[in-house]
C-alpha cells in the first residue's frame, strides 16, 4: 500500500447555464499563444450533442483509453507496446485540425476601410491560421444549445448506445451542459502512451503534466486520451495539456476555470488513494464501483496511519478529512465519473443534472398524484437515466437515479423544513436529515472556502524553488511570435 | 586539389560540425528537439507518405551500410558470386529508393504545394535538409539505375572504389586515390551525404537520436515528484 495525495474536481451540472466563462477565462490565461489557436483545455459542450472534438466519444474510431482483454489484463485500446510503436511514422487515430476545426476570426478592417457606399460592409470570416477568406463550418461550440440539433444531436455516440429513443424536435427534447477539462486520472492512458515519457503524474498531487522538453512530437498521448484532453501545439509540434492551474494550486487557491464559474458550480479538493491498487481498480469488472473505491476513507485509521508513514503532510491528511469532494462522491454519492469505462479512473466529477418532470409521470410507472414520490420523480424526468448512465455510470441506472433521487430528496427535505412541516424524504433516500442538510448547505450555499479546500504544496526542498528560478518556459520561441500580416 | 578538399577535408569538417552541434543542441534547446510533426496540420496524405519515406529511408540506410561497410572480397569469400550480389542489390535498392522517392515526392508536394497550413509550420532548416534530400535521391537513383542497373557487368563498381574511400575516413586515412575514378555523381552524392551530416543537428533530423527504446521497458505509468 502506498497512499498518495489527488487533486479533484466536482462540477454539479444543474447549475451550468453554459455561458462558457470557465473557456475563455481558461484560453485567455493558458492558450492565447499562435500555435495553439485550436486548443481547449476546458470546453463546455451541450448534451446531446457531438462534444469537442466531434464525437470524441467514440472510442471505435479513436481508440482511447483502456480496456480489459480475454485474459483479464488492462491493455490500451491502441494495441500493446509493439503496435503502438508501429505507429510511430503516422498516427492514424491522432486528430487533425481538420477533426477539430479551422479558428476563425473576422476581417474586422474592412468595416473601418471599406469606402462610403450605400451598402453595409461585411467582414468576412478569415482562416486564424492562415489568414485566408473560409467558409466556417465547424466549431468547439457549434451544436450550442441544441444548434442545429436533427444534425448534430442525433450524432451524439452517447445516444447510439441507448435503448431509450430520444426526440430531437426541439420542443420534444432536453439538454444540459458537461463543462470538460482534462480528468487528471489514477491511471491516465496519456501518461501509459507516451513514447517518451515526457506525460507524467506529480507524486504530491496527482497532477498530469506534459514535460515541453522531453517531448518528441510522437503524439501516441493524444490519440491515447479517451477524452481528448491532450493536444498538438501546430508550430512546435509538442503535446499541451490542461495543468490543472497547478501554480495557483500550490499556492492553495483554486483553478481559473473554477474561480470564475458563474454558477459556481465547481468543487476542487483532495482525495487520499493507494497507488498499488491503480492497476487492480483499472481493470476491475464494474469501473463506476472502482472509481469509487478507489477514493479512501480518510477517516480510517487504517488509511491514516499508512498516508503518516507514507509521509503524507498532516495539513494535507486534514485537508483530505475536509475535502468536499470526498462528501459529495462518496459519502452523499450524488458525483460520477465522466465515462468510468475507459478505465483512467478520472478524477473529476460531475453532479447529474436534474431536470423538469414529463407530463406523464404515471405512464412512467410512478405515482403522479403524489408530487414528492421521490422515485416516480427521477424515472419521470426529461433527461433518460440510460442517457445520464451512458455518460457518467458506464450504464449502472441506479447508480444515476441514486443520486438524482438524493437532490430531489434534498429540494423536498429543506421544503418541508422551511415549511414546518414532518417529511420522510432522508428515509426514503436512506440519509439522516443531517446528510441531507450538509449536502444543501454544499449544494446551495457553500462559501468559496467549503467548495475549495485546497492545501499549499510544501516548498521545502530549497533545489525544487532554484530549479524554477529559470524564467518564463513559453517565452520566446515560435509560439511566441506573430506571424506577418496579422493584427 | 578539389577532390582532396571534398574527400579529405570536408568528411572530417561535417562530422566536427553533426558531433559539436548535436552536443550543443540537446544541451540548448531540448524545447526544440523534435520530431516537429504536422499531423496537425495535414494527416491524410501523411498517413501513407510517411511510414513509406520511413521505411523506405531506413532500407536505403541499410543498403548503404551493407555496399560501404562490408568488403568486396568477404562476400566473394562467403561464395557470393558478385554477378548474383549485383543483382539482389540492384533490386533491393531499387524497390527502397522507390519507396523513398514516392514518400519524399508526396511529402514535399504536401508541404509546398497543396496546404497553406503546412508551409506555416515549416522552418528554415526543413527547406535546406529538403534541398540536400532530394538531391540525393535524384543522385542515388541516377547511381542505382544510370550507372549500374541499366549494365549487366557494371563498367564502374563503387565497391572497388567509392568503399574503399569510405573505410578509409574511418582509419583517419582518407584514400583520396580511390576516388579518382568515380564517375561525378557518385562524387556529388559522397559529398553531399556529409553535408546532410553537416545540417543533421541544426534540422529536424536529430528526431532520429530519439528513437524511444526505453518505452520498451519502462513501467506504464510515469510519476515525478513536483519541480523536478
Ligand atoms: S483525461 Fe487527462 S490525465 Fe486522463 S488520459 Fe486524458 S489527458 Fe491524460
Ligand atoms: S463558467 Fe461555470 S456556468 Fe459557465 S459554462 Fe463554465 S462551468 Fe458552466
Known sequence: MKIMAQMAMVMNLDKCIGCATCSVTCKQTWTNRDGVEHIWFNNVETNPGVGYPARWEDQRRWRGGWRVDQSGRLCLRQGNKAERLARIFNNPEAPSLDDYYEPATYDYQRLIKAPLTGLTPVARPLSAITGEPMAIKFGPNWDDDLGGSALWAARDPDLEAIATKVELAFEQSFMFHLPRICEHCLNPACVAACPSGAMFKRVEDGIVLADQDKCRGFRMCVSACPYKKVYMNRLTGKAEKCTFCFPRIEEGQETVCSETCVGRLRYIGVILYDRDAVGALAAADNPLAACRSAMLDPHDPGVIAAAKSDGLPSDWLDAAQASPIYELAIRQLVALPLHPEYRTLPMVWYIPPLSPLLEATGAMGGDDTDADDIAATVTAMRIPLDYLAQLFAAGDQAAVAGSLMRLAAVRQHMRARSLGRDDSAAEAVGASPEDLERLYHLLAVAKRSDRFVIPKAHHESTAQVAAWAGGCPVGGGPGATRRKGRA | ?228
Not at chain 2, 501513407?48 to 520511413?54: D, E, K, R
Open chain 2, 1 to 228: 586539389m578539389l577532390d582532396l578538399m571534398l574527400f579529405a577535408v570536408w568528411p572530417y569538417v561535417a562530422v566536427a560540425v553533426c558531433l559539436v552541434g548535436l552536443v550543443w543542441r540537446w544541451r540548448v534547446d531540448q524545447f526544440g528537439w523534435t520530431t516537429l510533426t504536422s499531423l496537425l496540420s495535414e494527416k491524410r496524405i501523411l498517413n501513407w507518405a510517411s511510414p513509406l519515406f520511413h521505411v523506405g529511408a531506413l532500407l536505403v540506410i541499410l543498403g548503404h551500410v551493407a555496399g560501404l561497410l562490408i568488403p568486396k572480397a568477404w562476400t566473394v569469400a562467403l561464395g557470393v558470386p558478385p554477378a548474383t550480389y549485383h543483382l539482389v542489390a540492384v533490386s533491393l535498392g531499387v524497390v527502397a529508393g522507390a519507396m523513398l522517392t514516392v514518400g519524399t515526392v508526396a511529402l514535399v508536394l504536401r508541404r509546398f504545394i497543396l496546404r497553406t497550413r503546412l508551409r506555416l509550420v515549416t522552418r528554415r532548416g526543413d527547406i535546406v535538409m529538403y534541398v540536400i534530400l532530394g538531391l540525393q535521391i535524384v543522385l542515388g537513383l541516377w547511381q542505382t539505375i544510370g550507372f549500374t542497373a541499366l549494365e549487366a557487368r557494371p563498367s564502374f563498381d563503387y565497391r572497388d572504389s567509392v568503399s574503399l574511400w569510405f573505410r578509409s575516413i574511418f582509419v583517419l586515412q582518407p584514400d583520396v586515390a580511390a576516388m579518382t575514378p568515380a564517375p561525378w555523381a557518385f562524387k556529388a552524392h559522397a559529398a553531399l551525404a556529409f553535408a546532410l551530416i553537416a545540417v543533421w543537428p541544426f534540422s529536424r533530423l536529430v528526431h532520429v537520436f530519439s528513437i524511444p527504446i526505453g518505452y520498451l521497458t519502462r513501467p506504464a505509468i510515469v510519476y515525478r515528484h513536483q519541480g523536478s
